[in-house]
């Protein structure tokens, strides 16, 4: 055996010019030429202007999705899926599905196509050819057109489709009221005597510290006695004997429990007691009825300290049912009696079945241990309704005939012939909406296809709220031969009249609309039939040449019957639920899942620099300005490296002389973009209290003088000094004459001393005067500050740099975050389907436990984030049939955070998770499991993980009449039908008519 390959070749609609259009090749390799067994397919990605530049996918993943990315030479861009699946077609056995989105350069044009590209495979058995009949000398003659036998039906596809599910869906019951009788039988509470025990007094009111130790105190009590006591009402034991008739009911067979008749339980009764009246005086014993009270505080004490014998608290809870099975009886026995000759009356068996399998009701004042929260208003969680499980099947069924399409006339001795040719490709606009179909589909029966995506539609526009678990949605035909229509529906609002007395007309409604619009559908098809995409050209001739009269042929639609029935399940418990704002965490939980940097880098502006005055050189102190940043914290935060500090706020500009001169000038320049404020000079001679004046640029500073030092200040702010470059000091300085006394003094001290008279004369203007003897010294200093303008160029120059790193982490930002995507849709294309129910789930699980578990009372930490039970919330709970409905709140897009942009810019431009990121409110209804209804509310009244069997769970009061719903059941093994009709669908085939109404 050889192996074989086939090719073909999908193409987009060009909607620029045809040279442009991007061709998918698909190469698929078959184990041999009957192409029954598929090897490989692998798909060539190209364009027509250029199929030298192809992209290759060497393999598609067998139903799942094989996504691509490709970016051609000069900016287009062609990403998506592809999905290899078993096929649904009459034909061909295998197609392939997918996802092509094209992004032109300048971002302008975008073109997205979903649905059917090829299809392959085996085809099924084609009648041979018929060899070609020797040529016949005579001609024959033209005659009437044949009309076909009806034993020989139409030739038309058979029906290729299996019966299957169409949809189901969650009809929301009211809550009903519980009948007396019906809580007789199915509750059973604390008996008036019990209730008056001391072991139960001492439960009431306490707190829970007291519950449990009381609890704990009555089961010690009488497993581990102390020496000589015997407590005053014992804990029942697994080994204690009880006295009758306790003894001979423990034992009562529990396979009689499900299925137990009157009968059945009336000869159980004689065989172990001797009959009812033995029975009834036993149980009315003061023995019996003080076992009785022990009994049901024991299952009191176990109820309290769950999980240390939940075994033996099984075993008494049965006890306990079959007890109340046996009142109810002989209470039904003393108001029927036997009249006259007549039979007594019997109890029915249902009712003694509820009996036997009858709920504990817990006290409302001692349960639950640990007082839940106080509920918000209205309460974050609550038990919503009890939803009926309804399931819509359908099965194809015959084809019939249905109106007229055309009628053909020919008249007698006419031949008329009718060509047509079937174009390749159409682009046909009907209401705005684009229509174009697979050539491979046309002449087919599509009609279950059709029906499937209609209800699916109708579904979504019909009902209130729908799931989340199939939110992107899937095109085409179904992946699989039991065609269904994907997502739970929940039935809340309801119709004038409501469904009460019919559920299954929400299913009918649905149904019709669907044929109703799917009726509409037909007709455009139908009337624009001829102008859509064609396999083959047809030539006919109609000849009536024979003379033999006029002759019609009438074509009619076919269409196809669909028979519909709704089938019962199991009916569930939906609680409701309001998480307030869902899509907080999301953004660190994709990062979490997936190694992803979702952060975008700080803006300038959310550091607080909204402009280059911003800015500060000098650090921020406390109480300052509020619009200062630092520029250093700055730097730092976009990395950049100083290259030299900031231009200080003051700088200080000096000189110094000394001078024995009377009058003294000294320069000083000014710093390039500085201005000069305060000017200080100081004056030292030798002689105290000269006469000095000190002169700078025009401003005369003022004195103060002590002894032989005199300080000059001055402030130049106000003065022409302040614009100048240079400035100009002048001092004049007068020192008083020393008289000669004085002089000889001093000469005589200095020969004394061995030192010399004055220091050698300086080069000064006055050298050679004789009248000043003595030096004084000078010294100038001026502060400048620094100009605006100054503080302005380096703040201009600081914040481009900042800008100018800004912008460069922005581009390494958007870098990652497109090759995050990339990896991310390679790694695992519904990570973030998979991330977003993962969250709504956790904020769930996290609502429920807050609203249900009390806090330690040792520590401040809710006990409600326990492991096992988060574990026991999840299994519980029907987290795939979560129904969603998202709240907006109008002011959250401002307010998203940088993650949250990130991620919708990362998954764009996925609505959903828009919606769930500016929600502000999730209103969950969700389903519990069948299996854990009862343990369910348990949990959310007490706060209590059940650890024994289902059918054993206690309820409290407030819960009677949703477990009395939950209850009456329909058996899940057989599923209940409930009604059955039948719909006609319209096809787009067309049948030869063997009656023509108008003969």
């Known amino acids: 055996m050889t192996g074989h390959t086939e090719i073909q070749e999908w193409r987009d609609i060009p909607h ?41 996918v060497e393999g598609l993943r067998f139903e799942q999705e094989t996504p691509f990315r490709v970016a051609f030479t000069g900016g287009r861009k062609v990403h998506g899926w592809l999905r290899w699946r078993t096929g649904l077609d009459v034909q061909y056995s295998q197609q392939i599905m997918g996802r092509v989105e094209i992004e032109e350069t300048d971002d302008v044009d975008y073109w997205n196509y979903i649905g059917f590209m090829i299809c392959f495979g085996s085809t099924r058995p084609v009648p041979p050819i018929p060899p070609v009949p020797p040529p016949d000398d005579d001609p024959p003659v033209p005659g009437p057109l044949p009309i076909p036998d009806p034993a020989d039906g139409m030739a038309i596809a058979d029906a290729h489709l299996e019966a299957g599910e169409l949809f189901p869906f969650v009809y929301i019951k009211p809550w009903p009221k519980l009948a007396s009788d019906v809580v007789g039988q199915r509750f059973m509470a604390v008996p008036a005597a019990a209730a008056a025990s001391a072991f139960y007094s001492k439960l009431k009111g306490a707190d829970p510290a007291a519950k449990r130790e009381a609890a704990v105190a009555f089961i010690d009590d009488t497993i581990s006695p102390a020496t000589g006591q015997t407590p005053g009402e014992p804990f029942v034991t697994p080994t204690q004997p009880l006295p009758q008739p306790y003894a001979g009911l423990r034992h009562f067979p529990r396979q009689q429990r499900k299925d137990c008749t009157y009968a059945l339980l009336d000869s159980w009764v004689i065989e172990s007691f001797g009959g009812w009246e033995n029975l009834a005086t036993e ?38 049912q079959v007890t109340h099975s046996v009142n109810w009886v002989l209470a039904f026995q003393a108001a029927h009696p036997k009249v006259g000759e007549d039979p007594a009356p019997v109890p029915p068996d249902a009712a003694l079945s509820r009996a036997l ?58 031949t008329r012939q009718d060509v047509h040719r079937n174009l390749r490709r159409t682009d046909t606009a009907e209401d705005d909406q684009s229509v174009s179909d697979s050539t491979s589909n046309f002449g087919r029966d599509t009609t279950t ?92 001739t109609l000849s009536n040449a024979g003379n033999n009269g006029d002759h019609q042929a009438v074509f009619r639609w076919v269409n196809r019957v669909y028979q519909l029935q709704t089938r019962a399940s199991q009916d569930r418990l939906v609680f409701e639920m309001f998480v307030d704002r869902p899509g907080a965490n999301l953004a660190e939980a994709v990062s979490q899942y997936h190694d992803l940097r979702l952060v975008a880098p700080l803006s300038p502006a959310t550091m607080g620099i909204t402009s280059y005055a911003s800015l500060s050189p000098e650090p921020v102190k406390p109480g300052g300005a509020p619009a200062s940043v630092y520029y250093l914290d700055a730097f730092q935060a976009y990395g950049i490296a100083p290259d030299g500090p900031p231009p200080p706020a003051l700088r200080v500009i000096s000189c110094g002389f000394k001078s024995r001169n009377p009058l003294s000038d000294a320069e000083m320049d000014v710093p390039e973009g500085y201005t000069p404020v305060l000017a200080t000079a100081s004056i030292s001679s030798f002689v105290a209290n000269p006469t000095v004046q000190v002169t700078m640029s025009g401003v005369i500073l003022t004195a103060d003088q002590t002894g032989t030092i005199s300080t000059f200040k001055g402030y130049l ?79 201009m120059a600081t914040y481009q740099k900042i800008q100018a790193a800004y912008q460069a982490s922005v581009t390494s930002y958007q870098t990652a975050l497109t090759e995050q995507q990339k990896a991310l849709e390679t790694a695992n294309p519904t990570l973030l389907t998979q991330i977003v129910q993962e969250q709504i789930v956790q904020a769930a699980i996290a609502l429920f436990a807050g609203a249900t578990l009390a806090k330690s009372p040792d520590t401040a930490v809710s006990i409600n984030f326990e492991p096992r039970y988060f574990q026991f919330l999840r299994n519980i709970f029907d987290w795939d049939g979560m129904a969603v409905e998202l709240v907006q709140d109008p002011g959250a897009d401002p307010y998203l955070t940088a993650g949250q942009s990130a991620l919708i810019s990362l998954f764009s431009p996925s609505r959903y998770l828009r919606d769930l990121l500016r929600a502000k409110r999730a209103n969950l209804l969700l389903s519990v499991k069948p299996e854990a209804a009862r343990m369910a509310l348990l949990a959310f009244r007490t706060g209590q993980i059940w650890p024994c069997a289902e059918d054993l769970t206690p309820c409290m009061a407030a819960d009677m009449s949703a477990v009395d719903l939950l209850l009456e059941q329909p058996d899940e093994a057989g599923k209940t039908i409930q009604d059955n009709w039948s719909i006609t669908v319209p096809t787009a085939m067309v049948a030869l008519s063997t009656d023509n109404p108008f003969t």
């Open 16 to 56: 620029k010019n045809q040279n442009e259009e991007i061709v998918i090749r698909f190469r698929v390799s078959y184990e041999d030429a009957g192409r029954r067994s598929v090897l490989n397919v692998a798909a060539e990605i190209f364009r027509a202007v250029l199929p030298l530049e192809t992209y290759v």
């Open 283 to 320: 149980l009315q014993s003061a023995d019996a009825q003080t076992a009785l009270v022990n009994i049901w505080n024991s299952a009191i004490a176990l109820m309290i300290t769950l999980g240390y014998d939940h075994a033996w608290l099984s075993d008494l809870i049965r006890l306990l």
């Open 357 to 414: 399998s009858a709920v504990m009701v817990l006290p409302d004042d001692i349960f639950p241990v640990d007082p839940p929260p106080a509920p918000a208003d209205p309460p974050a969680v609550q038990p919503y309704a009890v939803g009926a499980i309804r399931t819509v099947h359908y099965r194809p069924g015959r084809y019939v005939l249905g109106d007229i399409e055309r009628i053909e006339s020919v008249i007698a001795g006419e």
């Open 449 to 540: 296809a059709d029906l499937i995506n209609q209800v699916q539609k109708t579904l979504s526009d019909r009902v209130s709220t729908t799931t989340i678990d199939n939110y992107q949605a899937d095109y085409g035909q179904p992946s699989t031969n039991s065609m269904k229509v994907t997502g739970n529906w929940w039935v809340q609002d309801q119709p004038a009249g409501g469904y009460l007395k019919d559920i299954s007309k929400f299913a009918r409604d649905v149904i019709d609309r669907s044929v109703k619009a799917l009726r509409r559908e037909s007709m455009l098809r139908r009337s624009s039939r001829i102008f859509e995409e064609l396999e083959i050209t047809q030539t006919r």
């Open 717 to 795: 702010t106000a003065s022409p000094a302040q614009y100048a470059d240079r400035l100009r000091a002048s001092i004049v300085c007068s020192v008083p004459p020393k008289t000669s006394s004085a002089a000889e003094a001093t000469a005589g001290a200095g020969s004394g001393s061995g030192e010399g008279a004055a220091p050698a004369p300086d080069t000064s203007p006055a050298e050679g005067a004789t009248e000043f003897n003595n030096y004084y010294a000078a010294s100038i200093e001026v502060q400048c500050a620094r100009s605006a303008a100054t503080l302005a160029n380096w703040q």
